[in-house]
């Protein structure tokens, strides 16, 4: 519930302040240390899943969009219904009736309609929950939202929305004459015509804005989805390797085992076993220098360990050189274009038999690949050097070309459990 109402909090204060950063912990302590940047942190290997600010700012000033459209609607139609209770007023005043009084049935009256409102509101909430949850991955209970900050909001909200939405249109329906009522003369001119007419501009003018804005985010998913990321990701089951290990040497032959007993499959035609996966955080090491280069020429790299089918089953394009051979040398690596770059080499071929210092081993370099995006197309390509499995695998990456992908996952299961029994798959 702590993370529901800081997401709360953060957009009541971005909007307050024109969406000024936000604070991620709203109920930390005062002092004068800074407070955790749940939203605003962007370090690597994190001990636990942040949040994007941006994300909240963009659904935050939605929501407020959303509720303006809203506002306004009510207040139009609240506005268009002057004749209709124009008598009642003009009645009303006539047995004597103060304005005040209307004002406050009036806003009586909006007060009761946005209460039914959020009665059906926390209704759906109930009601639509589970799908939420299974349409965003998340864990949301119902009776969480009952505790914390919440309720404070929604009064806050309830409170401040009645007033707002209801305090023209008491206003104006209040103000209409007996006399007037009688002559019939009792509709919105001058100031009030005029408001209610810019109203209805405004409603218009931010309902095509949002529909341009919808359009524009089609857009760019559908460019998303049509870009190259450099890697074949469909048809690829992803199984996570046993947990636990006991003698390297044995827990190597059980991976070739379990390969042999998947590739048995006419389904599967490739099949690896990688440290580091794709759409995963891979990590780096510094100092990474050509050998014989000053030391000031040390980089930085992310460094993933793989085996000699990765590059063929993930298809990543080989630039220069050759892929990692069966049981080859550990001191041989593979580097991606900007990792070359950063190495100060001049070509790809120029690359291929040069040795390099990853720390404190010497590496030759056997292959230059194109750059492919490891977690997201958003993020630049980072200089990644490969090497040949010098970790224990994480991963099992299965291509399936044709049949049911369901049959292959329990093959791959049955697979598991009797190569790893000690093991869930």
């Known amino acids: 519930m702590r993370k529901i109402s800081a997401v709360t909090d953060v957009g009541l204060r971005g909007f307050l302040g024109i969406i000024l950063c936000p604070r991620a912990c709203p109920r930390w302590p005062q002092s004068k240390k800074p407070r955790p940047q749940w939203l605003q942190s962007s370090m690597e290997f994190e001990t636990g899943r942040t949040g994007d600010a941006s994300t909240v700012r963009i659904l935050m000033v939605l929501g407020f969009v959303l509720l303006a459209i809203v506002a306004l609607n009510f207040v139009n139609l609240s506005t268009a219904q002057a004749m209709t209770r124009a008598r009642e007023v003009g009645i009303r005043k006539a047995l004597g009736s103060h304005r005040g009084h209307l004002v406050m049935q009036f806003l009586t009256e909006t007060a009761l309609t946005n209460l039914t409102a959020a009665g059906l509101s926390i209704l759906m909430l109930w009601l639509c929950l589970p799908w939420f949850n299974l349409l965003t991955g ?5 009776m969480s939202f009952l505790q914390g900050d919440l309720w404070k909001y929604l009064a806050i909200f309830f409170v401040g929305g009645t007033l707002l939405i209801g305090f023209w249109p008491a206003l104006q329906n209040s103000s209409f004459r007996p ?6 003369n009792a509709g919105p001119v001058g100031r009030g015509a005029l408001m209610r007419k ?4 405004f409603q218009a003018l931010v309902s095509f804005s949002l529909v341009a804005v919808i359009l524009i985010i089609l857009d760019q998913v559908e460019f998303l989805k049509q870009q190259d990321i450099g890697i074949t990701l469909e048809n690829t089951l992803v199984v996570p390797t046993p947990a636990v290990v006991t003698s390297h040497d044995d827990y190597m032959s059980s ?4 390969k042999a007993e998947m590739m048995r ?20 090491i510094s100092g990474a220098r050509r050998l014989g280069a000053p030391l000031n020429e040390g980089t930085s790299m992310y460094r993933a360990d793989i085996d000699e089918a990765f590059a063929s089953l993930m298809n990543v394009q080989l630039l220069a050189g050759r892929s990692f051979a069966k049981n080859g040398s550990r001191g ?11 190495l100060n080499i001049e070509s790809a071929e120029a690359a291929i038999g040069q040795r390099i210092l990853i720390g404190y081993d010497t590496m030759t370099l056997e292959g230059v690949v194109k750059d492919y995006h490891q977690v997201s197309p958003r993020e630049a390509f980072s200089p990644t050097i490969f090497q040949n499995s010098l970790e224990t695998p994480n991963w099992f990456l299965i291509r399936c070309e044709k049949g049911d992908p369901a049959s292959t996952i329990r093959m791959a299961e049955k697979a598991f459990a009797k190569v790893f029994p000690t093991d869930f798959f």
């Open 198 to 201: 810019g109203f209805v501009g």
């Open 179 to 184: 006399v007037d009522v009688l002559k019939g």
């Open 265 to 284: 499959d006419p389904h599967v035609t490739q099949i690896a076993a990688v440290a580091d996966c794709p759409g995963k955080d891979i990590g780096w």
């Open 332 to 342: 041989d690596a593979i580097v991606n274009e900007t990792a070359l770059r950063q």
């Open 138 to 142: 998340r864990h949301l209970d119902f």
């Open 255 to 258: 991976l070739d085992a379990f």
